[in-house]
Every structure is written in structure tokens, then in C-alpha cells.
């Protein structure tokens, strides 16, 4: 059973910093890339960051690039999203997920190309 488990959201100011993980169970995890998103209030699930599944290599959105950094730790089976100068617009609820595609070629930022997500965890940015 693949199970993915998200931690380290909180309430923050405006201008700080939060490190969100997911702990990833059940399937390979070197064979498919990651994505973070999120989901405010009376909004759709958007595309926040991913990480391929070979190399490292990231992919963002255009509302956090050079705030947010994704990454991944393959022998801890875990993702990371480090969110900096948060803004009191990236009040959301944090979803992590993995690609249904082993060994995708590129990206996605379609969340119906991941088929497995975790809970959510919840980042508050108070202004």
C-alpha cells in the first residue's frame, strides 16, 4: 500500500520560513518524480513545485520560483519543500504526490498525472 505523509506545516509571518516534508511508503521511490501543491480556501488544487525522478532536477511554478525549493533525499525515501519570504498568499493547504508515469520524460504540473497523495498539511502566513 503506498502511503504518502506530509509534516512541518504551521502558522508563520510574512517573511518567514517553512519546511515541509513527505515520507513516501510502498513503492519505489527512486523511479518516479514528485510534486508539491496546494489548495486555498474556494480554490482548485494548483501546481506548486516538482522534482524529477532521476538527477534532481525542479521544476516551479511562476508564483514561487526563488522563494520555494523542492528536493528529495532517495535514501530517506522523502521530499522536502523549503518555502521562504512566504507571503500571506501562499495560505494553503500542501499536498505532496507522486507521478503515475515511472521514469518520466520532463514534467508535469497536471495534478491528474499523480496518482497518489498525501493528506495535506496546513501553512497559515499571517501579514
Known amino acids: 500500500q503506498v502511503q504518502l505523509v506530509e509534516s512541518g506545516g504551521g502558522l508563520v509571518q510574512a517573511g518567514g520560513s517553512l519546511r515541509l516534508s513527505c515520507s513516501v511508503s510502498g513503492r519505489t521511490f527512486t523511479k518516479y518524480s514528485m510534486g508539491w501543491f496546494r489548495q486555498a480556501p474556494g480554490k482548485e488544487r494548483q501546481f506548486v513545485a516538482a522534482i524529477r525522478w532521476s538527477f534532481g532536477t525542479t521544476y516551479y511554478a511562476d508564483s514561487v520560483k526563488g522563494r520555494f525549493t523542492i528536493s528529495r533525499d532517495n535514501a530517506k525515501n522523502t521530499g522536502y519543500l523549503q518555502m521562504n519570504s512566504l507571503k500571506p498568499e501562499d495560505t494553503a493547504v500542501y499536498y505532496c504526490?507522486?507521478?503515475?508515469?515511472?521514469?518520466?520524460?520532463?514534467?508535469?504540473?497536471?495534478?491528474?498525472?499523480?496518482?497518489?497523495w498525501g493528506r495535506g498539511t496546513q501553512v497559515t502566513v499571517s501579514s
Open positions: 504526490a507522486q507521478d503515475k508515469a515511472r521514469w518520466r520524460n520532463g514534467f508535469t504540473s497536471d495534478k491528474d498525472s499523480y496518482d497518489y
